[in-house]
């Protein structure tokens, strides 16, 4: 499977404690976790030419992973639209924490995909609610984060096609955290845990989540549909 990492690389070039906790940036530890003898793993950045996303990167990529934050107004419209028609054709998307306010989430999903946050260092406790999905795969009942952002609902998204997981924050707060979504060919996860001032995605479990996510959204491999004027299978006699 070949897959990016996109990462905008801000934080970890302008705030110390960001570069301490992910010294090869967000997307070096993400791909780092994600390396392994199927897997062919590039990453990707804001402020690389065409944002990394060139024609050629995204043609050869099967599943894309967003991690943004700041700078979500930077992304070219022009990308954003070829990273759309990717997912219509069958790419997958993996969106990851403050990437719901992204220009292709909030495309993907027509809404303005808004929502409550907080930085208090509070618990995190994601409670799986769908146990047979195959991204839950491995994991127990909950996952509980020491420390974590909250972010709280209302959650403007559309409806998920599925609700993995559903989170409780220590100030008492309530967030879908785990979504899933087909839009054309291409399936969507998106996924909350991951500021970037917490070492979350050295979490194991949270690690195995990206992971089942990863191979759940890979592209199934058959031929696209034709669309457009068809001419009849069979012989109509009604004319």
Known sequence: MNITVWN?????????????????????????????????????????????????????????????HTAHDEVDDGIVEKVRQRVLEGMGLIVLH?????????????????LKWREADEKERLWVVEPGHPIMDGIGEYIELE???MYGEHFDIPAPDELLMMSWFEGGEVFRSACTYR??????????????????????EIQRVIKNAVNWAAPTQRSRPVYGNAQPLETIKGK
């Open 98 to 114: 403050s990437g719901h306010f992204s220009k292709i989430f909030k495309t993907l999903m027509g809404t303005s995909c808004d």
């Open 8 to 68: 905008e690389n801000r934080h970890e070039k302008k705030n110390p404690a960001v570069r301490d906790i992910y010294p090869e940036g967000i997307h070096g530890a993400i791909a780092q976790f994600l390396q392994e003898k199927a897997n062919q793993v590039r990453t990707a950045t804001l402020d690389e030419p065409e944002h990394g996303l060139t024609d050629a990167v995204l043609s050869d990529t099967d599943v894309l992973l967003w991690w943004g």
């Open 147 to 149: 420390k974590e952002e």
């Open 183 to 204: 839009r054309g060919q291409g399936k969507i996860f998106y996924f909350r845990p991951g500021h970037e001032t917490y070492p979350t995605y050295y979490n194991e």
